[in-house]
């Protein structure tokens, strides 16, 4: 199945199948063979022991990405919290404990930069992670100065998405990402 969504300034091509989900450069890319080697490895997949799970917050708005993204998660063996937005994200905060929040940055209403505003504001102090495909200099820079852990760039690879959230691939706030 073949999508399209976008405006004048941007448009992301999805191609969505059976053993694959890939975007243009702005969306995640896994296959069903790299969930499937990442369950057989040291990633956390099914069949790993997890003491108590992580909670993820995961604000994307693309219905698509976010399912597949929870599924990769939910896969990894994160306990996620899904949100269409930052607005919805923000409340879900409110509500139920999480660990780290993973936000895409373009979303209609409230954007990742004040989703994350809001989440520093209200004093949370969990590890937060942007995950955009484009971000200006002033953007990054503005997501530093609010403590983000790190801007990782879509399109990711799942080992990478599992070593980011784990704390074992550092993916700085800084430079190019």
């Known amino acids: 199945m073949r999508r399209?969504?976008?405006d004048e300034?941007?448009?992301i091509d999805c191609l969505v199948g059976k053993d694959t989900y890939a975007?243009?450069?702005?969306?995640?890319?896994?296959?069903a063979r790299e969930m499937a080697e990442a369950g057989r490895s040291d990633l956390g997949g099914r069949g790993s022991v997890h003491d108590m799970k992580t909670r993820?917050?995961?604000?994307?708005?693309d219905?698509?990405?976010?399912?597949?993204?929870a599924e990769a998660l939910a896969f990894l063996g994160f306990e996620v919290v899904a949100a269409e937005d930052g607005e919805q994200a923000l409340a879900k905060s409110r509500g139920v404990a999480v660990d780290i929040v993973l936000t895409d940055h373009r979303m209609p209403g409230l954007d990742g930069l004040g989703l994350v505003q809001a989440l520093r504001g209200n004093g949370f102090a969990g590890r937060i992670y942007?995950?955009?495909?484009v971000l200006s200099p002033a953007e990054r820079a503005e997501y530093r100065s609010l403590g983000v852990d790190g801007i990782a760039s879509?399109?990711?690879?799942l080992a990478e998405l599992n070593g980011l959230l784990r704390g074992r691939i550092v993916m700085p706030a800084s430079g190019a990402a």
């Open 4 to 6: 399209r969504r976008g």
């Open 9 to 11: 300034s941007s448009e």
């Open 23 to 31: 975007c243009n450069e702005t969306n995640a890319f896994f296959t």
């Open 56 to 61: 993820v917050l995961l604000a994307e708005d």
């Open 63 to 69: 219905a698509q990405v976010r399912a597949f993204m």
């Open 130 to 133: 942007v995950a955009s495909g």
């Open 154 to 157: 879509k399109p990711m690879a």
